[in-house]
């Protein structure tokens, strides 16, 4: 399913858009001007990789500095061990659409737990 | 380079093993370290894992499939180092010859004289503090933690959470004056109140009473505080005791250049234990910070690859972070070296604050407490200043 996510013209290069869905999706404009979508949340701890820092084709988390590669999800070190989820972009008619990959999200231990009921 | 000994199996030193099969080495790799367990990470000791939510296989630095090709000798300690030789005498009286040695030994935890062997006291340091102290916190009572700092409040953040009665000792007038400065160490030392939890400012502590287990805080101005478990967490020393002799300067960790390159060729220091050059201020410092110790190891493995010939870039601002009370505190920069400091953004009383500090106007250090975005900015601003 394609997803309708925000108008390029309103994503500068350089930030992030935050798709507010569940697992919650970013969308990444880079200063060369590609543009990437990943799972939003850090595979370490509950951390939103769009207030992370951009550089390159790679955001750091904004906790605790593992960097994932925007294009393939892989993360460079620790203390995050799995990569984030990528997913499909297409831009028609200045439009960002965002086609959501089929794969199971690898989610940080806190917030399965918090999705499965348990203590957060 | 045939041969390259790390010393010290903690998170400079893993990722100093990786940086150096990263940039190519790709000869002997021995790394050394006194505990029994594979590289874990610390952090989580004073948090999920002290709480109960994390287990001791989620601490593992290493990946499942990860193979550096290093030998690990691991329970061993080095007791020395002979310069010129660069050669790493081992406690079991073995030696370990290498053209390059990474010193990563890390620091270790003050405790206070006259409490050895008494029930109920602990540090937190290491996996096998952790678990000690866990095992007692299961049990309930009342907890005094001795000292502010990060570590003393996160525990106390934690005990609480868990449910214990707590109190936290802290001989300054302020907790955390010392890396936040007064204003926002006050600010960041309210949550302890917010939540119910004591917190006794500006006096120290004498000693404790109890015969085999501890009984109660003696406190200097006479008062005593009744305890079950205490937790001494009055900062760390680094471990560097087993390098005199070997002709390193030593002084509040190894002194080392902005690349962590030593004064004795073929050696270099990261992580705890090393206090670099830091050439935006002028002078060495000590950074005890998680950071730090996972991010220095590339640009001192470039300068021992290369054999110095290449040139420091600076490293960044050093960069923090604790949690405590729910509340996600991050830090960048150096608090002493301001004049100001304004909030930014956010409320106090609702504890997502924004504040950076400057000097002469320019910005110099930047806290956020709740703000992971707006402090990632401000974080790529200061690195950018600098
Ligand atoms: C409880 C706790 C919570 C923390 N929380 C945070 C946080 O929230 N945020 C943050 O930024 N930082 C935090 N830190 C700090 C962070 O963990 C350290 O900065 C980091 O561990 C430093 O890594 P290191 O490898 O330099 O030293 P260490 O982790 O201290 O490792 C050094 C290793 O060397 C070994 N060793 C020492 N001497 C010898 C010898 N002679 N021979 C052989 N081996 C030796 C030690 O046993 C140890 O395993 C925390 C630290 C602790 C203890
Ligand atoms: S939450 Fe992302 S690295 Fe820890």
Request: hydrophobic content about 45%; some cysteine.
């Amino acid at each position: 399913m394609m997803i309708p996510a925000c108008r390029l013209v309103d994503l500068p290069r350089g930030e992030a858009y935050r798709l507010d869905i569940d697992p919650p999706v970013s969308v990444f404009h880079t200063d060369d001007g590609e543009v990437f979508a990943i799972d939003d949340t850090c595979t370490h701890q509950d951390a939103s990789l769009a207030d992370g820092w951009l550089e390159g084709c790679e955001v750091e988390c904004p906790l605790h500095a593992s960097k994932f590669d925007l294009r393939t999800g892989a993360v460079d070190a620790p203390p995050a061990k799995r990569p984030v989820r990528t997913h499909e972009v297409r831009v028609e008619d200045g439009m960002i659409y965002v086609r959501l990959s089929l794969d199971a999200p690898n989610l940080p231990p806190c917030v399965t737990a918090r999705l499965a009921g348990g203590p957060a | 380079m045939r041969t390259v000994a790390v010393v010290g199996a903690s998170l400079a030193g893993l990722s100093a093993a990786r940086s150096l099969r990263k940039q190519g080495f790709d000869g002997r790799l021995v790394v050394i370290g006194d505990e029994l367990h594979r590289p874990y990470d610390r952090p989580p000791l004073s948090k999920e894992f002290l709480a109960g939510a994390l287990a001791e296989a989620d601490l593992a630095l290493e990946q499942d499939d990860e193979d550096l090709r290093a030998e690990w000798l691991l329970g061993v300690r080095a007791v020395g180092l002979d310069g010129p030789q660069r050669a790493v005498r081992l406690a079991d009286g073995s030696e370990v010859r290498a053209d390059g040695v990474v010193i990563a030994t890390g620091a270790a935890a003050r405790t206070l004289p006259g409490t050895d062997g008494l029930a109920g006291v602990h540090t937190l340091r290491t996996l096998d503090d952790a678990r000690a102290l866990r095992d007692e916190l299961a049990l309930g009572g009342r907890l005094v933690v001795i000292g502010g700092g990060f570590i003393g409040a996160e525990v106390a953040s934690t005990a609480y959470a868990l449910g214990l009665d707590v109190t936290v000792v802290e001989a300054a007038p302020t907790p955390l004056a010392g890396p936040l400065g007064e204003t926002m160490g006050g600010i960041v030392s309210a949550l302890h109140a917010d939540h119910g939890v004591r917190l006794w400012c500006g006096v120290g502590v004498k000693g404790l009473r109890g015969e085999s287990r501890v009984e109660a805080v003696l406190l200097e101005d006479g008062r005593s505080v009744p305890a079950d478990i205490v937790v001494v967490g009055v900062g760390a020393r680094p471990c560097v005791e087993w390098l005199a002799g070997s002709g390193l300067a030593l002084d509040d960790g190894v002194t080392c250049g902005a690349d962590g390159r030593t004064r004795l060729a073929g050696v270099v220091a990261v992580g705890d234990c090393a206090s670099w050059y830091d050439p935006r201020a002028g002078l060495h410092r000590r950074v005890e910070h998680w950071t730090g110790a996972r991010e220095r190891p590339d640009a001192a493995v470039t300068a021992l690859l290369a054999g110095g010939a290449v040139e420091p870039s600076a490293p960044r601002p050093p960069y923090f972070w604790s949690d405590q009370y729910g509340v996600k505190i991050q830090f960048a920069g150096h608090a002493a070296a301001a004049d100001s400091v304004t909030i930014e953004e956010g409320a106090r009383d609702d504890h997502n604050v924004l504040a950076v500090y400057r000097r002469s106007g320019q910005p110099v250090a930047v806290l956020g407490m709740n703000q992971p975005r707006l402090f990632t900015r401000w974080r790529k601003q200061l690195a950018a200043a600098a």
